[in-house]
């Protein structure tokens, strides 16, 4: 650090020789900075002040530690493609209108319930909607099928003969 140094300044003048503490000074007030053109006392080369090994701690700083960069998170699970929920709305439609009205009616309304569950992203729900529709449509049929079977054995029990009349 015993060298002295010449500085171009922004005017384009000269300034110096100066030694080193000198020159540290003028760069911490922001006269000089690391693209200041220099040259020493022994050379005739000018040159940036971050090329001359007196100023390596001022300008050769290690560049900041970048934070941590965030924790790799895996993107969501891309669902997989879902089979479309069935919603037996024609089923407890006939039900209904054909069987057994009161079950037919509850078998309707989890249809339909299906049906705004599926259109609303609710998949689960969904399915246990048209589970219970599901349910219900074959409820009103058995009920159906043990009504007309239960006519068919009074009709024959009651009927087989005129003598009784």
């Known amino acids: 650090m015993n060298a002295l140094y010449t500085i171009r300044g922004a005017d384009g003048q000269p300034y110096g020789p100066v ?12 006269r000089a900075n690391e693209n200041t053109l220099a040259q020493t006392s022994a050379s005739s080369a000018w040159q940036p002040l971050n090329a001359f090994s007196d100023f390596n701690d001022l300008f050769n700083t290690p560049p900041p530690l970048a934070a941590e960069p965030p924790p790799l998170v895996a993107p969501p699970p891309v669902p997989a493609a879902r ?7 024609v089923p407890a439609i006939v039900t209904t209108f054909c069987c057994c009205t009161p079950v037919g009616l509850a078998a309707l309304i989890f249809a339909t319930l ?17 589970y219970w529709a599901r349910i219900l449509v ?24 005129p003598a009784h009349f």
């Open 19 to 30: 030694p080193a503490s000198l020159l540290r000074e003028w760069i911490a007030e922001g």
């Open 138 to 161: 074959w409820t009103a049929f058995f009920a159906f099928a043990l009504q007309i079977l239960a006519y068919s054995m009074l009709s024959a029990i009651l009927f087989r003969s």
């Open 114 to 130: 299906s049906n705004s569950r599926a259109g609303a992203g609710d998949y689960e729900g969904a399915l246990k909607a048209a």
């Open 83 to 89: 089979q479309p929920v069935p919603n037996y709305l």
